[in-house]
């Protein structure tokens, strides 16, 4: 069995790893660790073990939104209800599976023009649409419904979205904002500012548009890298969250591979079924042109009971993955 924990005892050939002492590996149960509340949850979650593998947002579709007032706690649905009409907004409540994002430019915000909203799908069938003309109710639905297109432009490059909501948590500006500007530096207009992505106890988080993998736990020479293997259409495994339109246990055995892989094409691996075995899941897939079969099962580990950031209790875990 291995942690998909990204220690360096995590060997992605199945090599067995010792758990750290507040782990109680397989039954999950849980030792109740009440950190210091001068700790930010980010940092209180890192010195826990937490790991960010299988914690991606869910979503199969998403919307752009360029938002510039300033941003609530809830700046994607503050930009659904201002930016969008009545009819989409309707359409986009009965999309579960789409997902909206505010997004905003790093620097400059008052200079650089705004950005048409933006549509598209994540996966092995993934692009990006531009639409200059605004949004209508028929392009959410056609997402929804399985569309591998849509009547927009299509946009060719990528979106680097790094998350520096500090309304929704405040790790998510203290982390997030120092990497933002960072790879704005380099890379320029392709990387924006966007709304919460959810696990903000993984600061800094990172989302890769189209293809929907997310990335946490970055700093910025780790991002770098991610965002230089994505460039040249490569999945990069560090910091790996996983990919929005798989479930946590095949996000889990998708990071298992590609951290044997190292940086690799979205196609090197195929997720093609998963099974409910017992406490654990079987997950098949096709691995550069084979197949292989891994069992994943999720471990409980401490729960963060207060940090200075608020909230809720923090339930920390990992992926253990056993091949079969």
């Known amino acids: 069995m291995a942690f998909l924990d990204g220690s360096p005892g995590g060997d992605p050939n199945g090599t067995p790893v010792d758990p750290p002492a507040r782990r109680y590996p397989a039954h999950g149960k849980i030792v109740r660790v009440t950190q210091s509340a001068t700790a930010p949850c980010c940092d209180a979650d890192r010195a826990a073990g937490d790991s960010p593998i299988g914690s991606a947002p869910s979503f199969d579709t998403f919307l752009l939104l360029d938002h510039r007032s300033p941003w609530s706690r809830t700046a994607a649905d503050d ?18 599976g789409t997902r909206a994002f505010a997004v905003r430019p790093v620097r400059d915000r008052h200079r650089v023009p705004l950005q048409a909203p933006r549509a598209g799908r994540v996966g092995h069938d993934a692009f990006l649409a531009a639409f200059p003309g605004g949004l209508d109710a028929p392009v959410i639905t056609g997402l929804a419904a399985g569309a591998t297109a849509v009547d927009g432009s299509m946009v060719e490059d990528i979106v680097i979205g790094v998350c520096t909501n500090a309304k929704r948590d405040r790790c998510c500006a203290v982390r997030g904002r120092p990497v933002a500007e960072a790879l704005r530096g380099t890379f320029g207009q392709r990387i924006t500012e966007i709304s919460h992505l959810g696990g903000h106890r993984f600061a800094a988080t990172m989302l890769v548009l189209p293809i929907g993998y997310s990335y946490g736990q970055l700093t910025p020479d780790l991002a770098e890298a991610v965002v230089r293997a994505a460039i040249d259409g490569l999945v990069h495994p560090t910091g790996l969250r996983g990919r929005s339109d798989l479930s946590p246990p095949t996000q889990a055995a998708d990071a298992y591979w590609r951290a044997a892989l190292g940086p690799s094409a979205v196609d090197a691996v195929r997720i093609e079924s998963e099974t409910l075995v017992d406490d654990a899941v079987r997950v098949t897939a096709t691995v550069q042109g084979s197949r292989d079969d891994v069992v994943v099962r999720y471990v409980a580990g401490a729960r963060i009971e207060e940090t200075a950031c608020g909230g809720k209790p923090i339930q920390t875990g990992r992926w253990s993955v056993a091949r079969t």
Do not use: E, M, T, Y
């Open 79 to 96: 930009a659904v209800r201002g930016l969008l009409p009545q009819a989409v907004q309707h359409a986009l409540a009965a999309s579960p």
